[in-house]
C-alpha cells in the first residue's frame, strides 16, 4: 500500500520560514509527479505546487517566489520550503501523488498541520 | 485563467436518491484533464474519476462521469449512507479546484 507521510508543520510567526517533508513509501517519488496541496480551516482545497517526474517544477501565485518543492531521490523524499510565510498560508498541507498515470490526485497523505501566527 | 464554479453549493438528499453535480469552466478544457474527488470530514481526499469519466481503482460503480468543453457532471446513481460528503472537480493540467459541493442528508 502506497503511504505519504508528512511532518515539518508547527506554529510559527509571521514572516517566518518551515520545510516540510513527505516520506513516501512504495511508491518512487523521482518516477512520479508529486504535489502539495493546502486546506485552510473549514475551506476548500488549493493547489500549491507540483515537480513533475522529469524536475519541472510550478507553483501557486499565491505562493510563488516564497515557497520551493524539491524532492531527495535517495531518501524517496518530497519537500515544501516554505519562507515568509502569512497568516493566509495557515492550512493543512498534504503530499500527493499525481500523477503521470492515472492524470488525477490519486494517493494522498494524512497532512501537516501550518499555523502562522504571533 | 480558468475558473471552476461547481453547483449547487449544497445537495440535500436521501439515501437511495440520485445526486447530479455539475462543474463548469471558464473556458474549454480538455476532458482527459478533469477530475472528481470526494473528501469526508477529518479525512483526505479520495479521488473518484479522472479523464471525465474513468472511475479510479476500487471506485464503486455508482460513481459516473462526464462531459467535455466547459460542463462536466458527476452522478451518483443510487446515494448510499457513506457518499454523503463534499465533491471537488479539478483542472489536472493546472491544479485548480473548484469550491466543492456538499452532499448531505435530507
Known amino acids: 500500500e502506497v503511504q505519504l507521510v508528512e511532518s515539518g508543520g508547527g506554529l510559527v510567526q509571521p514572516g517566518g520560514s518551515l520545510r516540510l517533508s513527505c516520506a513516501a513509501s512504495r511508491v518512487t517519488v523521482s518516477s512520479n509527479h508529486m504535489s502539495w496541496v493546502r486546506q485552510a480551516p473549514g475551506k476548500g482545497l488549493e493547489w500549491v505546487s507540483v515537480?513533475?517526474?522529469?524536475?519541472?517544477?510550478y507553483y501557486a501565485d499565491s505562493v510563488k517566489g516564497r515557497f520551493t518543492i524539491s524532492r531527495d531521490n535517495s531518501k524517496n523524499t518530497l519537500y515544501l520550503q516554505m519562507n515568509n510565510l502569512r497568516a493566509e498560508d495557515t492550512a493543512l498541507y498534504y503530499c500527493?501523488?499525481?500523477?503521470?498515470?492515472?492524470?488525477?490526485?490519486?494517493?494522498w497523505g494524512q497532512g501537516t498541520l501550518v499555523t502562522v501566527s504571533s | 485563467e480558468i475558473v471552476l464554479t461547481q453547483s449547487p453549493g449544497t445537495l440535500s438528499l436521501s439515501p437511495g436518491e440520485r445526486a447530479t453535480l455539475s462543474c463548469r469552466a471558464s473556458q474549454s478544457v480538455s476532458s482527459s484533464y478533469l477530475a472528481w474527488y470526494q473528501q469526508k470530514p477529518g479525512q483526505a481526499p479520495r479521488l473518484l474519476i479522472y479523464?471525465?469519466?474513468s472511475r479510479a481503482t476500487g471506485i464503486p460503480d455508482r460513481f459516473s462521469g462526464s462531459g467535455s468543453g466547459t460542463d462536466f457532471t458527476l452522478t451518483i446513481s443510487r446515494l448510499e449512507p457513506e457518499d454523503f460528503a463534499v465533491y471537488y472537480c479539478?483542472?489536472?493540467?493546472?491544479?485548480?479546484f473548484g469550491p466543492g459541493t456538499k452532499v448531505d442528508i435530507k
Open positions: 479523464g471525465a469519466s
Open positions: 479539478q483542472h489536472y493540467f493546472s491544479g485548480l
Open positions: 500527493v501523488k499525481s500523477g503521470p498515470e492515472p492524470p488525477g490526485y490519486e494517493y
Open positions: 515537480i513533475h517526474s522529469g524536475g519541472n517544477t
